[in-house]
């Protein structure tokens, strides 16, 4: 059963979405989801037959949040090997409609919410002009959106179904057209993410005033040959270790940013290079890069610190295997200057 919704209910949603946009997306883990692996695999799943084990493995690591990380529960390993081993049999099945793609997976798999979200995401990556990326939580914002602005269409809760799908799909597609970014790539995005939070928020909302506010990375890529900076120069930059990415990434947010002063502080350069910054999102690799990006180990000098014996500190971290993950964190007041060797005159 398609979902009929009223102009006026449309333009509730969507005004109830951008007044507490920032709300919901506060804690939001951008890190764990970027786009651009995603944009790939909606291409490589296409054909089947091209998908190998470690595309699999990868894709199913993004959706379940544990996108460069190897500490997924058991449970979703355990189903990573499943699809895996089941892959060929899908293949010979040629399930080239939504509808026999889900229920290969949803059959195969089991009828646990785990389960139907990695069979719904599949679905998606191989239809996704047929159906939007869903899950259970994406379910779940829809029914209440729904209900907060009093919609009685006479559908049934979206279940986890193909119809929850496909009802979830004309919710999307109806209010896609009425969010603000008038790019349509971003507007697709922003509510994509939103109902993920909103569908989630009891879990996010408990980590509100225990963590800082997470923040969305300004350079999401990076790409060596073809960087475009005005007023620095990070084709100065010899390494390529993931300090080296953080530090172009760094580069090119400021020359965004040409109202920045010259002088900035650790605690600033964190948040214009926050986790997730030049694909480097994994924690802990994000963690020893940004000490290893204000130290001086392997010949980076990339700073100035107006405190000239913190360098000396920072490069002490970076080269003990017991460091503290969070140094920089600690001297997040620290003032320093970009060496002038990376501007260009």
Not at 167 to 187: E, S, V
Not at 194 to 218: D, V
Request: proline content about 6%.
């Amino acid at each position: 059963m398609t979902l009929t919704i009223s102009e006026n209910k449309k333009k509730s949603i969507v005004t109830y979405i951008n007044d507490h946009f920032d709300e919901h997306m506060s804690h939001f883990p951008f890190a764990k989801y970027p786009t651009e692996p995603l944009n790939q695999w909606r291409k490589q799943f296409a054909d089947p037959k091209a998908v190998d084990p470690k595309m699999i493995r990868a894709a199913l690591s993004w959706r379940g949040g544990f996108w460069q990380r190897k500490d997924a529960p058991n449970a979703q390993r355990q189903t990573t090997l499943s699809v895996i081993k089941l892959w060929p049999e899908f293949v010979r099945e040629e399930a080239a409609e939504p509808a026999r793609a889900l229920d290969f997976w949803t059959s195969r798999l089991g009828g646990e919410s785990l389960a139907f979200d990695i069979a719904a995401f599949l679905a998606h990556l191989a239809h996704p002009d047929a159906l939007e990326l869903a899950d259970t939580q994406r379910l779940e914002a829809m029914r209440d959106l729904l209900k907060e602005v009093g919609h009685e269409g006479g559908e049934p809760d979206a279940d986890c179904s193909l119809g929850g799908l496909l009802r979830y799909t004309d919710f999307f597609r109806a209010l896609l057209p009425k969010m603000q970014p008038k790019d349509a790539n971003r507007a697709r995005v922003q509510l994509d993410r939103f109902l993920k939070a909103y569908g989630n928020r009891h879990a996010l909302t408990k980590l509100a005033g225990k963590t800082p506010p997470t923040i969305e990375p300004a350079i999401w890529s990076l790409n060596w040959e073809a960087i475009d900076c005005k007023k620095y120069a990070p084709e100065g930059i010899e390494g390529r270790a993931n300090a080296d990415v953080l530090f172009a990434c760094l580069l090119l947010a400021l020359d965004r940013q040409p109202e920045r002063k010259e002088k900035l502080t650790v605690g600033e350069i964190a948040e214009l290079v926050p986790l997730g910054s030049g694909g480097v999102c994994n924690p802990g690799s994000y963690h020893y890069a940004m000490i290893a990006l204000f130290g001086g180990q392997k010949g980076r000098d990339f700073f100035t610190f107006e405190d000239e014996t913190l360098q000396a500190e920072f490069t002490a971290q970076a080269n003990q295997s017991s460091r503290d993950m969070r140094f920089y964190r600690k001297h997040s007041d620290a003032s320093i200057t970009i060496n002038p060797k990376y501007a260009r005159s």
